[in-house]
C-alpha cells in the first residue's frame, strides 16, 4: 500500500532553517510528481511545491517562493524540502503528497513546523 511519511519538523527561530523528508513506498516512485502541502492552524490546505518525475522543474508557492527549495532522490525514494529564512507565517504542519493514475491523492501524516519570533 502506498506510504508517505514525513520528518525533520520541529522549533526554529526566525529567519532559521529545516530540512524536512518524505519517505515513499507502495509504489514506483520515480513515475510519480510529488507535491509539498502545508495547513496552518485555521487555514485552508496551501499547495507549497511540486516537483516533477525527474526533479527537473519544480513550482512553488508564492508565499515561499525564493526561500523553499524541493528536491527528490529517487534512488531513495524521497522527496525533500529545504526551507530556509523561515518566518512565523511558515509554522504549519507540512504534508507530503502524490496522485495516482486514477487520481487519487495519497498524503502522509504530516510533520509539524513552529517558527518562533
Known amino acids: 500500500q502506498v506510504q508517505l511519511v514525513e520528518s525533520g519538523g520541529g522549533l526554529v527561530q526566525r529567519g532559521g532553517s529545516l530540512r524536512l523528508s518524505c519517505a515513499a513506498s507502495?509504489?514506483?516512485?520515480?513515475?510519480?510528481?510529488m507535491n509539498w502541502y502545508r495547513q496552518a492552524p485555521g487555514k485552508e490546505r496551501e499547495l507549497v511545491a511540486t516537483?516533477?518525475?525527474?526533479?527537473?522543474?519544480?513550482n512553488y508557492a508564492d508565499s515561499v517562493k525564493g526561500r523553499f527549495t524541493v528536491s527528490r532522490d529517487n534512488a531513495k525514494n524521497t522527496v525533500y524540502l529545504q526551507m530556509s529564512s523561515l518566518n512565523p507565517e511558515d509554522t504549519a504542519v507540512y504534508y507530503c503528497?502524490?496522485?495516482?493514475?486514477?487520481?487519487?491523492?495519497?498524503w502522509g501524516q504530516g510533520t509539524r513546523v513552529t517558527v518562533s519570533s
Open positions: 503528497n502524490t496522485i495516482s493514475p486514477n487520481y487519487q491523492h495519497y
Open positions: 507502495g509504489f514506483t516512485f520515480s513515475n510519480y510528481a
Open positions: 516537483i516533477t518525475i525527474t526533479g527537473g522543474s519544480t
